[in-house]
């Protein structure tokens, strides 16, 4: 990529409201851009640096014999129910419903459902 490609500018000030330095310089270095409280836009230059990270990590994983699966963004709300996390979260969870009216949950991290997807190795995760 050239720098004549990219539209998007760099910042010569830090924003008020980065305070840890890997935040401060990403926004600097026009990595990432602020959309909305914790919500960034990957732009090009970070979704290069993004990739090769994710690059080097998938290598080392492949190397130490692991796999790599991909899991659903959203998960059926029953998972939520079973562990008593849909009563606790209360409101502050986004709750969706497909167009069966079932309600899902988009998942905040991947480790909750692994269980479902292979009961029989429940007990490695």
């Given at each position: 990529?050239?720098?004549?490609?990219?539209?998007?500018?760099?910042?010569?000030?830090?924003?008020?409201?980065?305070?840890?330095?890997?935040?401060?310089?990403?926004?600097?270095?026009?990595?990432?851009?602020?959309?909305?409280?914790?919500?960034?836009?990957?732009?090009?230059?970070?979704?290069?640096?993004?990739?090769?990270?994710?690059?080097?990590?998938?290598?080392?994983?492949?190397?130490?014999?692991?796999?790599?699966v991909l899991m659903p963004v959203v998960q059926p709300s029953e998972l939520w129910?079973?562990?008593?996390?849909?009563?606790?979260?209360?409101?502050?969870?986004?709750?969706?419903?497909?167009?069966?009216?079932?309600?899902?949950?988009?998942?905040?991290?991947?480790?909750?459902?692994?269980?479902?997807?292979?009961?029989?190795?429940?007990?490695?995760?």
């Amino acid at each position: 990529m050239r720098t004549s490609q990219y539209l998007l500018s760099t910042l010569k000030e830090t924003p008020a409201d980065a305070e840890v330095i890997s935040h401060q310089l990403m926004l600097r270095a026009g990595m990432i851009r602020k959309l909305a409280s914790g919500l960034y836009t990957w732009l090009p230059t970070g979704v290069r640096v993004l990739k090769k990270v994710e690059n080097i990590v998938r290598e080392e994983m492949n190397n130490a014999g692991a796999i790599e699966v991909l899991m659903p963004v959203v998960q059926p709300s029953e998972l939520w129910q079973e562990s008593g996390r849909w009563e606790q979260y209360g409101p502050e969870l986004l709750r969706i419903a497909d167009r069966g009216d079932r309600p899902f949950v988009p998942r905040p991290n991947p480790r909750r459902g692994h269980y479902r997807s292979d009961p029989q190795r429940a007990e490695l995760l």
